[in-house]
């Protein structure tokens, strides 16, 4: 499974990408720069105050190219007068003013706001936050400005987990705190569409704690109902559900549980039937079983946002922006190749 992380790496750094990090002080950040720049893969623009910046980067003993990395303080930015302009347009229906827009852009809580209007405007290609935001704080600005693909479509977050010998995708694990049928539709659909852009072939399982009628509750229906649905919308998709996770992921359980079922213990997407579910699970896979997990990536957005984990480590920052290259790009070439 680690060559499917080179791989993602070598597709990134064919076309690399304009990538803001608006939490450019951070040092975890400063240091995700350093390798970001060094292997070549995107090109980082870092906001915040560069005489920080770099005396963090000194501090830490960082060896940063700067003249690689764009920097842009929003208190000094000529681009800023642009953003409140284009915020302002964006939110005139909410009643945004200019001089409210100019407000958020230029405070500590606003740096969001600035980096998802580079997005927005096309100064970037992506972006990359949450080390010191929570996940609402960090998608909020893309949820209002950058918008959905399609109205009313569901926003889900997953997560590439990556084992030596398998690799999963989990979802949703950021958002959806207690997802209705049509809303695991949407983040399954959605999941889908990821997980061929980096050249994996789904099979995908929609989990409960029942398997295939063993239990019947109004969650367990739920599920049922998205199952039904989504084989409808998409009859040549390899998935089944409702299952437990077991049988989704072991061929011999499956054998006994379901079967008939066309997963055969071999699911490659899990879809959780609610957010706690999936957020305990893929800490627990990468806490105990020692995955890599990439993520949370944002899915059903018209542009790349990304959010981190506030615990996550400068490698994380490094992986989540290789893949919103990717992103960026519209598929993980040298995956599907």
Known sequence: MHNFLRKVRASAKANPKKIVFPEGEEPRI???????????????????????????????????????????????????????EAFAEARKGKGLT????RKILKSKEGINYFGTMMV?????DGMVSGTTFSTANTIR???QIIKTEEQFHTVSGIFFMVLEKRLLLF????????PESHDLVDIAEDTVKTAKAFGVDPRDAFLSFS?????????????????????????????????????ALVPKVAEKKCPSSPIQGNANILVFPNLEAANISYKLVERLAGAKAIGPLLQGLRKPVNDLSRGCSA????????????????TCEYCVS
């Not at 490698?315 to 519209?330: E, L, M, N, Y």
């Open 30 to 84: 400063l240091e995700a720069t350093e390798t970001i720049i060094n292997q070549g893969f995107a090109n980082p623009i870092l906001i915040g105050d560069p005489r920080k910046m770099k005396s963090r980067a000194k501090k830490q003993n960082l060896k940063i190219d700067w003249g690689k990395v764009k920097i842009i303080n929003p208190k000094t930015s000529k681009l800023t007068e642009k953003y409140t």
């Open 98 to 101: 200019k001089a409210k827009a």
């Open 120 to 124: 927005h405007t096309d100064d970037a």
């Open 141 to 143: 600005p893309a949820l």
């Open 171 to 178: 979802a949703d694990a950021a958002i959806t705190i207690a």
């Open 211 to 247: 398997t295939k009628g063993s239990a019947n509750h109004p969650r367990v229906d739920r599920v049922r109902q998205a199952v039904k649905m989504f084989k409808h919308e998409y009859p040549d998709v390899i998935c089944d559900g409702e299952m437990q996770v077991d049988a």
């Open 315 to 330: 490698k994380d920052i490094v992986s989540v922006t290789a893949f919103t290259c990717c992103q960026a790009q519209g």
